[in-house]
């Protein structure tokens, strides 16, 4: 996996982070990647560099998908992975710890 692969997937998935609650005290809501860099800032969520590590060691092969979504109050990363047979894997991990959760075929 190159390095400019990493960027466009870094902003996706930032990107992607729709429901961390944050509302400013004026009352403005953030923009997603505001919210995702103010939840790493606190420890709630874990740098990407970290999660496709995790990712990559279960189900090995080139990223093509990050997600950052919140389940039930629950932060998860989703981040899917073609591997070299051509199969694509979807692994699941704690946002907060990068704890692999689940791995599937996708």
Do not use: C, N, S
């Amino acid at each position: 996996m190159t390095q400019r692969f990493l960027t466009p997937l870094a902003a996706a998935a930032l990107l992607a982070l729709a429901a961390i609650p944050a509302t400013a005290a004026d009352g403005h809501k953030p923009k997603d990647h505001e919210a995702a860099r103010a939840a790493l800032a606190r420890g709630e969520i874990q740098p990407l560099t970290k999660v496709l590590t995790a990712a990559q060691a279960k189900a090995p092969g080139d990223v093509i998908k990050i997600e950052l979504e919140d389940e039930r109050g629950r932060l998860i990363y989703e981040v899917k992975i073609l591997g070299r047979d051509g199969r694509v894997r979807e692994v699941e991990l704690d946002a907060r710890t990068a704890a692999v959760l689940k791995v599937e075929d996708d």
